[in-house]
């Protein structure tokens, strides 16, 4: 229930567990080759010599083109490798080297590194597989508690975006907020610190950590709801505190933690609610420029979204959407560039930040570059933060351009839905590019994004008392494409449903594209568009011409990276949203890509995405030359009917206030759709048994599987009512299947029941 774990269910892992601490592999994770399942290990290093990067290592990455030592392979997480076996006259030949089932249905957003023939990599909630790279055979595996604790105000979904290794160690931030230090020769627990602060907010951490320097960095989310985002920084031998930055400033009536918050507080309204938090969570887009000894990181969206309750006098709002420098030993702040400021329209400063050295005008100079949220590609110097360009890459409405001279964004006032009239805004809270990696080809000097089209209708509405772990926007949010459909919109929202206005906007028709872009040149140099919005998966470009990308629609696609001529796509019938890898072991190269769909908050499947016909059986797939043929997931049987529902013998008014309830709490996961990621309660027997009803909601019945108790936010009559609207959705569904109808989860939006 609401946007959270709540409701994100995936298989338990139990037998998992106990097998892991145990060293071994759990059954059904046993991987499969195209011929056989090779019973014996092989990999380069041995046990006690696993895992070891250093800062030489890493810097001297290129003579080790077989190797991927960070998620984006180097220090610059550039996503490129060297390697060329695999190119664009071999790539026809390209087949299926082996796969690891892990037995989870979420989101799998991860980019494995693979060092001395082992393959690290997260996985759902803050699992942790390594494994040998040349067989898939299982080395350990580490699962980490999973108590659910603030579970309720997550966002989005319970992924995890990778590991960091160094030093023989293995770094993994859990859903939950613990940062573990594993060791890599066998998983071991070496260390584990408790990274979040303030319990009963909704804190979670679901990107990768950070190696800079002496310490391992990382953040958190939650800045749609109400916690106040921070980053921290732990010794990398004993998990001990070395510092922690706050990126919004707190209580006015308390000291500032340092002269940072101090020069934030004054671009806030000191009179605002500071038990809304402030967001600006730094929940992923983190780099470390080791040549100047800084941390790089990005900022989310302020909290609430609507600045007229965030911060009623106005103001930037430091540090939401920025970027934001700080020296790795202390913390201390060096540098920001806010990209957005006092920020609206949920445009996150997270998205994927790469670091190299661009020759701009005849001079070699080390830039910090992203594809942000906001839909401006902007280059800084890495030193000094100056803003050396932002350009469009995308459609976008909300700004006419950046000024380079002030860097400040020329805004469109036609966007500001402060003023009470309703708006339509260029992107929407999806991005012009989200999470989803990037790669900047040494070989082309372009950098492929993986971007989406797509807008948003905006208005203000009243905002709710703050309630813990509860999203509070403060605004209606609607896809621009439902502005087609003026008859599913509330009255107010009229104004921009009218044809004559939509056509002074970009098209509301929402699509995705692969773009290569020339960040010294400041243009697209060419696209390929895919099957569906929602299809921006993750990229890597390499030394062999190519550039490879995964699809929701389960493709896994390879490119010329000079033209985007499509060179080869192999169907797997997996979702794939994460940046493919590459190394190479005993001179044969070898792509790898987690596979399975989830994150963004959405409760039931996009057109487009595979899962709703296959499924969502999470799978690390691996790819080589001559490979065989890739196994495809069965098609999914047929959705058996909704059950008769129990008799409804709740009062109206019972039904109407279960309806609000479970707008609030637990319709951003429950769909009640068919083939939703997330159980269709209209099926469920439990809304017959109010028992067993309450034992789930109340009682946490249900933990294991990811749905936590809300006995401290829900009281036992308003869990009732909620079953009460429960069972009259489920009457209403069942009564339109009887009549040869079942609505769809659009219409069920448009009813409220969602």
């Given at each position: 229930m609401s946007r959270s774990v709540a409701a994100h269910y995936f298989l338990p892992l139990t037998a998992t567990l106990l097998l892991a601490a145990c060293g071994k592999a759990p059954e059904g994770d046993a991987p499969a080759s195209a011929e056989?399942?090779?019973?014996?290990?092989?990999?380069?290093?041995?046990?006690?010599?696993?895992?070891?990067?250093?800062?030489?290592?890493?810097?001297?990455?290129?003579?080790?083109?077989?190797?991927?030592?960070?998620?984006?392979?180097?220090?610059?997480?550039?996503?490129?490798?060297?390697?060329?076996?695999?190119?664009?006259?071999t790539a026809d030949r390209i087949g299926f080297a082996w796969e690891l089932k892990t037995g989870t249905n979420r989101g799998m957003q991860a980019t494995p590194i693979v060092v001395d023939g082992v393959m690290y990599t997260s996985g759902v909630a803050g699992r942790v597989y390594a494994l040998d790279a040349k067989t898939g055979a299982t080395l350990w595996q580490f699962e980490p508690p999973l108590e659910l604790r603030n579970a309720r105000g997550s966002c989005c979904d319970i992924v995890n975006r990778g590991v960091a290794v160094w030093q023989g160690k293995v770094y993994v931030g859990s859903f939950e907020g613990i940062l573990y230090a594993l060791d890599a020769a066998d998983g071991k627990v070496l260390w584990q610190t408790d990274t979040i602060v303030e319990e009963h907010r909704a804190y979670s951490v679901t990107g990768a950590p950070l190696i800079a320097g002496k310490v391992v960095v990382i953040g958190n989310g939650g800045a749609e709801f109400d916690s106040r985002g921070y980053v921290s920084a732990y010794d990398l031998d004993t998990g001990a505190l070395a510092w922690r930055f706050y990126t919004v400033p707190g209580d006015p009536s308390k000291p500032y933690e340092n002269p940072a918050m101090e020069m934030a507080a004054k671009t806030w309204d000191p009179a605002r609610d500071v038990t809304r938090g402030g967001g600006g969570n730094a929940w992923d887009g983190f780099a470390y420029d080791a040549d100047?000894?800084?941390?790089?990181?990005?900022?989310?969206?302020?909290?609430?979204?609507?600045?007229?309750?965030?911060?009623?006098?106005?103001?930037?709002?430091?540090?939401?959407?920025?970027?934001?420098?700080?020296?790795?030993?202390?913390?201390?702040?060096?540098?920001?560039?806010?990209?957005?400021?006092?920020?609206?329209?949920?445009?996150?400063?997270?998205?994927?930040?790469?670091?190299?050295?661009?020759?701009?005008?005849?001079?070699?100079?080390?830039?910090?570059?992203?594809?942000?949220?906001?839909?401006?590609?902007?280059?800084?110097?890495?030193?000094?933060?100056?803003?050396?360009?932002?350009?469009?890459?995308?459609?976008?409405?909300?700004?006419?351009?950046?000024?380079?001279?002030?860097?400040?964004?020329?805004?469109?006032?036609?966007?500001?839905?402060?003023?009470?009239?309703?708006?339509v805004a260029f992107p929407s809270g999806v991005g012009g590019h989200n999470f989803n990696p990037m790669s900047l080809s040494q070989r082309t000097g372009l950098v492929y994004i993986p971007t989406a089209h797509s807008g948003m209708g905006l208005l203000t509405t009243p905002i709710p008392e703050r309630a813990p772990e509860r999203m509070a926007t403060g605004l209606q949010v609607a896809f621009a494409a439902a502005l087609l459909t003026p008859e599913a919109m509330p009255p107010e929202m009229a104004p921009i449903t009218d044809p004559e206005f939509l056509k002074t906007q970009p098209s509301v028709v929402p699509s995705a594209a692969l773009k290569a872009w020339d960040p010294v040149a400041r243009k697209v140099v060419w696209e390929f568009q895919n099957s569906s919005f929602m299809d921006h998966g993750g990229v890597l470009s390499t030394g062999g011409g190519i550039?490879?990308?995964?699809?929701?629609?389960?493709?896994?696609?390879?490119?010329?990276?000079?033209?985007?001529?499509?060179?080869?796509?192999?169907?797997?019938?997996?979702?794939?949203?994460?940046?493919?890898?590459?190394?190479?072991?005993?001179?044969?190269?070898?792509?790898?890509?987690?596979?399975?769909?989830?994150?963004?908050?959405?409760?039931?499947?996009?057109?487009?995405?595979?899962?709703?016909?296959?499924?969502?059986?999470?799978?690390?797939?691996?790819?080589?030359?001559?490979?065989?043929?890739?196994?495809?997931?069965?098609?999914?049987?047929?959705?058996?009917?909704?059950?008769?529902?129990?008799?409804?013998?709740?009062?109206?008014?019972?039904?109407?206030a279960g309806a609000a309830l479970f707008g609030a709490n637990c319709a951003s996961c429950h769909a009640n759709a068919e083939r939703a990621p997330v159980p269709d309660l209209r099926r469920s027997p439990m809304i017959g048994a109010p028992e067993s009803f309450a034992a789930v909601v109340l009682s946490g019945a249900l933990q294991t599987r990811g749905m936590p108790s809300w006995a401290d936010l829900l009281s036992a009559d308003e869990v009732e009512k909620i079953r009460a609207h429960v069972i009259d959705v489920a009457r209403s569904a069942y009564e339109q299947q009887a009549a040869g109808s079942a609505p769809s989860p659009e219409s069920a939006i448009r009813e409220g029941h969602l």
């Open positions: 056989s399942t090779p019973a014996e290990v092989a990999t380069t290093a041995s046990p006690d010599n696993r895992g070891r990067i250093d800062a030489q290592r890493l810097q001297a990455v290129a003579t080790e083109p077989g190797a991927w030592l960070t998620t984006g392979r180097d220090g610059g997480k550039t996503h490129y490798s060297p390697l060329d076996q695999i190119n664009r006259d100047n000894n800084l941390v790089i990181f990005g900022t989310a969206n302020g909290a609430p979204w609507n600045p007229a309750y965030r911060s009623p006098a106005g103001g930037d709002n430091l540090f939401i959407a920025s970027l934001v420098a700080l020296k790795a030993d202390t913390g201390e702040y060096v540098w920001h560039y806010q990209q957005t400021p006092g920020e609206m329209w949920d445009y996150d400063a997270t998205p994927h930040i790469m670091l190299a050295t661009l020759d701009l005008h005849g001079t070699p100079r080390k830039v910090v570059m992203q594809a942000s949220k906001n839909g401006f590609f902007y280059v800084l110097d890495s030193a000094s933060g100056t803003l050396l360009a932002a350009d469009a890459f995308v459609d976008v409405n909300w700004a006419t351009g950046v000024d380079l001279t002030t860097g400040r964004p020329i805004l469109n006032p036609e966007t500001d839905y402060t003023t009470g009239k309703p708006v550039v490879v990308q995964g699809g929701i629609d389960g493709m896994f696609r390879v490119f010329n990276d000079e033209t985007g001529a499509l060179i080869k796509e192999i169907e797997t019938g997996s979702p794939l949203i994460a940046a493919p890898m590459t190394y190479m072991i005993d001179g044969v190269q070898y792509i790898a890509i987690l596979a399975g769909s989830g994150g963004g908050g959405w409760n039931f499947w996009m057109p487009g995405n595979v899962a709703a016909e296959r499924g969502n059986d999470n799978r690390i797939l691996v790819f080589r030359l001559d490979g065989g043929a890739t196994p495809v997931p069965p098609l999914l049987p047929p959705v058996p009917p909704i059950p008769q529902p129990p008799e409804n013998t709740a009062s109206a008014e019972d039904i109407a």
